[in-house]
């Protein structure tokens, strides 16, 4: 941990405060009630996205919050969604950090670096492979129908943890469904989820009332920065594999104009490093390429 000066007793000597950085990846899909895309797309519905992002935002807070109140000191979040441009940096907790907009080389780890001493996934979800989550992908559900990590099904929170093994720092909490719990336990067995839906089907949850969620989310936040010195980093064997089954061929033929994108099949592609934000780096530029093709 980093530390630095603090102010000590009148009559003593100064003490030194641990600053402990919290770095938050905010996602939307994953807020509670949110099932449809125009819940979580400006372009759709502005009204319904307009009050999903409040809920968005309170739940970031809650994270924010809560890792204070655990004893966390600094934050940088994020902004991790479409456009990336989805909370209010005035209403931000603990006067925290904003990093927004697109085209960010480390996308949603970007910021990311060995000077934190935790990682929140909030507002995560499931991945197009795996059981019904609500609006499951993974980065871009018009090209991409399932990836891999070392020979498992992963979804986002994987792919990103990558960049937190990288820089050796641990992956505290994850906020989404139950299928986005259910998916980074194989990578990160220490982490604590907080379910704040569960899926019915790709467009349809069982969601807890925000106030309800915002709870939960705070209590798991406080516990996951009391809990960091015991909490490990990402298991994930390197050098590490991604294995990206897409949805034509076009598209994974494209991929492997990148270089070290090797072809398994007609519409599956592996990328290998011993280097994980290498390895995550590859991959961003493979979904950026094929995502213009996509669309």
Known sequence: MIRGPARGDIDGPPRERAIVKIFVSSDMEGTTGVVDWSQ????????????????????????????????????????????MANLRPDALAGR??????????????QGLDASFDGVFFVSYHGSMAGSPAALSHTYNPR?????????????????????ALGHRVPVALITGDD?????????????????VKSSVSRFAADSLHPEDARELIRKAAREAIRTLPETGLPRIGLPATLTVR??????????????????VDAVTVQLTDEDPIRLYRRFVTLVLLTRGIAE
């Open 179 to 195: 299928t986005t719990a259910a998916e980074i336990a194989p990578f990160c067995p220490d982490i604590r989820s907080v379910v």
């Open 246 to 263: 897409f949805r034509n061929p076009d598209l994974a033929d494209m991929a492997t104009w990148i270089t070290g994108v090797v072809p």
């Open 143 to 163: 090209a991409i129908s399932e990836v891999l990590l070392n020979g498992i099904t992963a979804g986002e929170s994987a792919i990103n943890a990558l960049v």
């Open 96 to 109: 925290a950090r904003y990093l927004s907009g697109r085209h960010k080389p480390l996308y949603m780890m």
């Open 40 to 83: 979580c797309r400006a372009e759709e519905s502005p009204t319904e996205y307009a009050y999903y992002r409040g809920l968005l935002q309170h739940e970031v807070n809650a994270a924010i919050d809560g890792a204070r109140a655990g004893g966390a000191t600094a934050f940088l979040v994020n902004d991790s969604h479409g456009k």
